[in-house]
């Protein structure tokens, strides 16, 4: 799997929407073990410091917990895998927004446009 980082956020941030994406699919799944910190590092091509940080901000929201010399794990609470799905839904409605508005097209347009991708 090819790591691509955009110039237009922080490459900490993208490894861990990478990841939270990675969880939200079912690619790793609650409570399986993730990849380590040197694991990650050397895959993405970045300083594991870079990994510690993505892996901070994911345990900050809960969707990964640290069980000390064991590693790192996917939460086994569901709650908070359905609530990080959802609140990544709804950034990417977000973004979908202000991207057709910059376009000047109206809101019915849009969720016709919508309607007809998903046909």
Known sequence: MAWNFSSGKPVYLQISERITKSILS??????QQLPTVRQLALEAAV?????????????????????????RFVTDDEQIIERCRLEMA???????VENVKQLSIDTDEAIRMIREVSL
Do not use: C, W
Not at 26 to 31: D, N
Not at 90 to 96: L, N, R, S, T, Y
């Open 26 to 31: 079912g690619e790793y799944s609650a409570g």
């Open 47 to 71: 300083n594991p410091n870079t990994v510690q940080h993505a892996f901070a901000e994911l345990e900050d929201v809960g969707i990964i917990v640290s069980k000390g010399t064991a590693g």
């Open 90 to 96: 709804e950034q990417m409605v977000k973004d979908f």
